[in-house]
């Protein structure tokens, strides 16, 4: 079993969710987002609940596999903590997300806007687990 900081991984966690906060927050991108979903203020609101609970579950799973990749590969640098947050972003998020547009006709725009979250948040939370071992 490699050696996690759990702190850190709480605390990337918590990086995850405040860009995506900013992210989605009025002044940035979320009337796009809506226009883009159909999510009205109504429909967010009823499901803000369930949609906090699993962005919470989400944000840890994702945080404790970048910290098992971080510490396996011994990564130990901000520098190579965000590549390799860049690289899990390319490699599976992106890839996945775009495939959406293949398969299911997904808006290119909307992918963009939830590609940008996470490539953010991805590349902060790789710098953080990589120097906080």
Avoid at 40 to 63: C, Y
Wanted: hydrophobic share 65%; net charge positive.
């Amino acid at each position: 079993m490699l050696p996690i900081n759990w702190l850190a991984v709480l605390v990337a966690a918590i990086i995850r969710m405040a860009v995506g906060f900013a992210w989605y927050s009025p002044p940035l991108l979320l009337k796009p987002w809506q226009a883009l979903t159909g999510v009205t203020p109504e429909t967010m609101k009823a499901g803000l609940g369930k949609a906090m609970v699993v962005d919470v579950i989400a944000s840890l799973i994702m945080s404790f596999a970048l910290a098992n990749i971080i510490v396996g590969a011994n990564i130990a640098d901000w520098l190579n903590g965000g590549l390799a947050g860049f690289w899990v972003w390319l490699g599976f998020m992106a890839t996945l997300l775009v495939s959406l547009w293949g398969y299911e006709n997904r808006s290119l725009k909307l992918i963009a806007i939830n590609l940008g979250n996470n490539l953010i948040a991805l590349v902060l939370m790789g710098a953080l687990l990589a120097v906080w071992r």
